[in-house]
């Protein structure tokens, strides 16, 4: 059977969750291989949940979330996200892992056309890196 | 008498010293124990050591860098009742851990790039290098005793163990975990009187004279004190030195440089992330060159980062 990969998608509850509601209305398809994530707000993801999502099986993770300055149902919860997102990449790198592996995206409650567009290309550009585990085929 | 031997891997001495430092509260310890070796301070050869069939407490010094290494903490482990890990380099694996970084081969390819053994044509054989390996990955300790070396505060609550072990035979839950099971920042001295910490940007140390009293991260300076358990009593944090976060993460399995990211990200620049918005929060945190080595200092071997690393070799 041929490789597909798996990303784990974490969105936050009030943009990215909401366009992936949306785009479930709408019918949009993207890739099986994302297992999407609602978390209440991106602010609310530690670098520890991206790590074990690494650790556990995903060949790439995706962060969702409220446009920034100013969409975020909390006020900067985007921005904490923006800079976990930002060390946890450099950290990847140092390890010897793709930072592009890890993507954040803005994407608000409207834009599901985007979201799939987003889901896709991201999904496209893991199979590309090819599996993160040296082993598995 | 109980016996207590005292047993080194890789140790730069650091280990040694903190233990011999106790000084007279060590001769309380020495009415209990009798020490079958140690040897910075006992005269005895280990093979005379190896001949006992067992120890009661043994205590683990440093990294496990050589196979002679692995041999010697696995073979004497086995005879031990109470396994004390001591410092950081036998918990954690401290700085020689971030070699792990490497795979064995580099490591062994750079070290046979650079000794050369041979004298006049007779070869010298070197301890072979095994994968660099904290204590705690061999052997479950019942006691650990992290620092680099181990300060006051962790030296005092291992004796007490110790002294109360040998006067009663028992032990509390294993393993335990010595310091106090908070951050550093809990009891800093230098707390700062609001409860928003804003840190204005990220500065290196000598860039700027860090203000005696004030907290590090408000004046830019990364300090590790509130991923890093509170296993001293500020010794660095008090002579206006930042925590660099010997002392491993605040419980046992948790991850100190995945934490400090964290709350990196909850205190740079908050007062001003819409003004700076991405490309400038971005600027801040590219100061910090090196992730690995700023937040893994002292616990890499032990970490989800290491983790991710031989993921990626695949195995």
Redesign the interface.
Known sequence: MSWRPRVVAFFCRWCAGAAAETAGVMRLRYDPGVIPVIVPCTGRI???MI??A??NGADGVLVGGCH???DCHYV?GN??????V???R???E????EPERLRLEWISATEAPKLARVVNDFVEEVRKLGP????RA | MLRLAVVPGAVCGGCDVALASLGEKLAKLLEYYEVVYWPTAVDRKLSEFLKLDSVDVLIHMGGISTEEDARLAREVSAKARVKVSFGTCSVYGDIPGLNS?YSPAEIRESIASQVDVRVEGDALSLPQPVNYAAYTDLVEPDILAPGCPPDDKVLDQLLELLIRYAETGKLEARPVLLGDPESLCSRCPRNPKTTKIVMPGIRRLYEVRPEEGRCFLEQGILCMGPATRAICDHSCIKVNYPCTGCGGPVEYGS?S??SM??T???V?L?DS??VA??RG??RE??K?R???GS?YRYTLRKS??????V?????
């Open positions: 530690s670098p520890a790590v074990d690494f650790l920034t300055p100013n900067s921005f904490k996200a923006f800079k976990r930002h060390l946890v450099k950290l990847l140092q390890v010897g892992i993160l585990g040296g082993r | 970084i991850d440089g995945l990211i964290s990196l990200a909850s740079l908050v992330e819409k918005l991405e929060l971005a945190l590219d910090i090196d992730v690995v937040f989800s980062a290491y983790r991710l690393r993921l990626r070799r695949g195995g």
